[in-house]
């Protein structure tokens, strides 16, 4: 089975701090994803990457960077972490680049920002 | 712009209650319309993908088809286990998917 292993179930920041999100996949696929999922307006990408150090803007990448060093490895950046981000994060991974390709969600972080 | 609209938000069945709910898409070129589970506390889960107009895709109490215009997940004589939320997806062009909100299905004993 493959999975999508989020460092972190819960996390609690202050305001300023620069924030980390892991993410690992244990499939080898190439294409990984981070999107933020908030009440009423449902999962939204922020950034994905479809191979080592490649990077793709998705719809909301303010205020967020990403990298992605290793091919099972995909980090979420807040660089100065505000309360607007308080949100449930999504890590995903997909294989290849075609249409038909499932997109494998981790268990997500809850991050609070205070 | 792009969209996905899921119906209703949320819905309450008693178990054994048949329903479907809607997915309704205004997409330029659909590559494939996916649909998910979601559980409390959990990502989403993959259930079917469905590529082109008139094509159904079924499992266990779920069955899945898709219009030009729109897509239904029809859930048969629904259990308590059946309860979670039931997302769309649209994927078009170079890996783009775009989400909707959800369903809610909420299914009592």
């Known amino acids: 089975d493959v999975k999508v292993t989020q460092s972190s179930r819960y996390l609690v920041k202050r305001t300023g701090e620069k924030v980390f999100l892991e993410c690992v996949q244990d499939?080898?696929?190439?294409?990984m994803f981070w999107y933020r999922q908030d009440p009423g307006l449902g999962l939204r990408l922020i950034y994905f990457s479809y191979d080592v150090k490649m990077k793709e803007k998705g719809d909301i990448p303010e205020g967020y960077s990403v990298s992605r060093e290793k091919k099972e490895r995909f980090s979420l950046i807040l660089e100065s972490a505000s309360t607007n981000q308080t949100s449930m994060y999504l890590c995903a991974s997909s294989p290849g680049l075609l249409a038909k390709n499932i997109q494998y969600f981790g268990a997500g972080t809850r991050l609070s920002v205070l | 712009e792009d969209q996905v609209t899921q119906s209703p938000e949320a819905l309450r069945l008693q178990e054994g209650e048949s329903s479907s709910l809607n997915c309704s898409y205004t997409?330029?070129?659909?590559?494939?319309l996916f649909w998910y589970r979601q559980d409390p506390g959990k990502g989403p889960e993959f259930l079917f993908t469905l590529y082109s107009a008139g094509e159904e895709k079924e499992k266990e109490r779920l069955k899945a088809t898709l219009t030009k215009k729109e897509s239904f997940l029809h859930i048969t004589a629904p259990k308590p286990e059946d309860s979670a939320t039931y997302l769309c997806?649209?994927?078009?062009?170079?890996?783009?998917?775009?989400f909707g909100t959800g369903t809610k299905l909420q299914v009592i004993p």
């Open positions: 997806a649209v994927h078009e062009g170079y890996q783009k998917v775009t």
């Open positions: 997409v330029s070129g659909l590559r494939g």
């Open positions: 499939m080898d696929h190439e294409n």
